[in-house]
């Protein structure tokens, strides 16, 4: 008789299923994940049910990739209930590890993110303006959607996750090593530590060239073709390389694309926003002329940071649930 297999699980809450994508994308070595693991819950690939999980004995999963923040009442009965089944629980990707994208609707209260999605979003066909509801009732009996969480949460926000991985999604390299390390049975890091990811800055990894140059102002991708081996916050582009933890191979710089921060700020311990603001302050010279006023000043600084039309977005893209800002429950329309 053969040994059983540990269970592998991976789960999606609020998510784009963009994680799955990138489980998908370690491609033939997911036969090396086959070989180790009994992959066994997965709702984008396979048919388990809910009501099989919860048959299983607690602890009875080995480990759990929970991708997606928490949105719904539905998922936050899967976070713990998957807390329960699992010896391992890890945050998996940016949204389940600091609320990711899903956590910018924190700005806004349940009607206004309800309203933009299903009345004004531009390209909308919905002439009878039908908002879903919580229950509804057709010829075959009673439909209902499980209800919103007052504002989005991180998965740590609910229950305790033994590890992140950050990355939106993390990179399959990435995915691939901490599935390797776990299944060869090798001592883990201290529950709470990052996995799949560098302690070092993006920056480290990026082939750009830093010329110790600072720009005048802020540019949006759309205004400039960068040179192709300057690193791109000294030529203007809104770049957060040099804050955000690496691990992706510079994936975005090496593309000239600026990086956007998706691993999460290299400090910890640091206010994500803040350190992505002050890193983006620190590269630009407005420039300065003796005896300018304080108005003139302030209209330079407002050009120079005029390449960022979107703060919050842009400050805060993955990680707007683990802020200050986080705990506000009213909204705050424009
Ligand atoms: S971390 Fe990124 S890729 Fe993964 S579910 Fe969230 S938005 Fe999608
Ligand atoms: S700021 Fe961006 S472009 Fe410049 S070196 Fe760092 S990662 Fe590369
Ligand atoms: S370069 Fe930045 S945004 Fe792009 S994958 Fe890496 S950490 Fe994420």
Same mark, same amino acid.
């Given at each position: 008789m053969t040994a059983q297999k540990p269970k592998l699980a991976m789960y999606w809450a609020a998510s784009c299923g963009g994680c799955e994508i990138a489980l998908a994308n370690i491609h033939e070595a997911i036969l090396e994940v086959d070989a180790h693991f009994?992959?066994?819950?997965?709702?984008c690939l396979l048919d388990t049910k809910k009501k099989d999980i919860e048959a299983l004995?607690?602890?009875?999963?080995?480990l759990t990739l929970f991708n997606g923040a928490l949105r719904t009442e539905e998922n936050l009965e899967m976070a713990r209930l998957l807390r329960r089944k699992s010896q391992l629980l890890v945050a998996f990707g940016s949204c389940a590890a600091t609320?990711?994208?899903?956590?910018?609707?924190?700005?806004?209260?349940i009607e206004h993110v309800l309203e933009t999605a299903?009345?004004?979003?531009?390209g909308l066909d919905n002439p009878e303006r039908l908002i879903p509801g919580e229950s509804c009732t057709v010829p075959d009996g009673e439909l209902s959607l499980p209800p919103f969480l007052q504002r989005v949460l991180a998965l740590h926000d609910a229950v305790a996750a033994d590890y992140s991985m950050p990355g939106c999604p993390p990179e399959p390299e990435q995915i691939l090593a901490v599935v390797r390390h776990v299944a060869s049975g090798a001592p883990l890091p201290p529950t709470g530590s990052l996995l !799949? $990811?560098?302690?070092?800055?993006v920056c480290d990894e990026c082939p750009r060239e830093k010329r110790n140059r600072l720009a005048p102002r802020l540019l949006r991708p759309f205004e400039a073709v960068p040179a192709d081996d300057w690193c791109l916050l000294e030529q203007?582009?809104?770049?957060?390389?040099?804050?955000t933890r690496g691990g992706c191979q510079a994936l975005c710089p090496a593309t000239a694309m600026p990086c956007? !921060? $998706?691993?999460?700020?290299?400090?910890?311990?640091?206010?994500p926003g803040a350190t992505a603001l002050s890193t983006l302050a620190a590269a630009l010279d407005p420039g300065s002329a003796p005896g300018q006023d304080e108005g003139s000043l302030h209209a330079g600084l407002r050009a120079a940071l005029a390449?960022?039309?979107d703060p919050l977005g842009t400050f805060?893209?993955?990680?707007?649930?683990?802020?200050?800002?986080?705990?506000?429950?009213?909204e705050v329309e424009p």
């Open positions: 009994d992959f066994m819950f997965c709702p004995p607690d602890g009875a999963i080995f609320g990711g994208i899903p956590s910018l609707a924190n700005q806004h209260g299903f009345l004004n979003a531009p !799949g $990811c560098s302690a070092r800055a203007g582009f809104a770049c957060l390389g040099t804050s956007t !921060g $998706c691993y999460g700020p290299l400090d910890r311990d640091s206010d390449g960022v039309p805060y893209r993955y990680t707007l649930a683990e802020t200050v800002l986080a705990d506000r429950a009213t």
